[in-house]
């Protein structure tokens, strides 16, 4: 099992910014692709951001290319997602997730863990 903990939600106004962390422990975090996801209420969940494992790639959304970006510390065991220029769309519960396996995977059934979720709210 890997257990992923995401903390640095709250509450910003539009066009603020914040980081979110994902932090990872339990069975080994190499070779596993990583990403975030986010719902917003009455939507289902959907893709934002993932990365390899080496970190070389990394691949967005079309509604957050530009704005948020994805970085990873293998050697902390942690995954971040900065996110400039919020947007009150951006509003949502964000989750990190962590895969089986390296690649590049947008669709939610390629990974197999998932934390909590931590709360982003944009006000505008």
């Known amino acids: 099992q890997v257990q992923l903990v995401e903390s640095g939600g709250g509450l910003v106004q539009a066009g603020g910014s914040l980081r979110l962390s994902c932090a990872a422990s339990g069975r080994t975090f190499t070779s596993r692709a990583m990403g975030w996801f986010r719902q917003a209420p009455g939507k289902e969940r959907e893709f934002v951001a993932g990365i390899t494992w080496t970190g070389t790639n990394t691949y967005y959304a079309d509604a957050v290319k530009g704005r948020f970006t994805i970085s990873r510390d293998n050697a902390k065991n942690m995954v971040s997602l900065q996110m400039n220029s919020l947007e009150p769309e951006d509003t949502a519960v964000y989750y990190c997730?962590?895969?089986?396996?390296?690649?590049?995977?947008?669709?939610?059934?390629?990974?197999?863990?998932w934390g909590q979720g931590t709360q982003v709210t944009v006000s505008s």
């Open positions: 997730a962590a895969s089986r396996f390296d690649g590049f995977y947008r669709g939610s059934i390629s990974y197999h863990y």
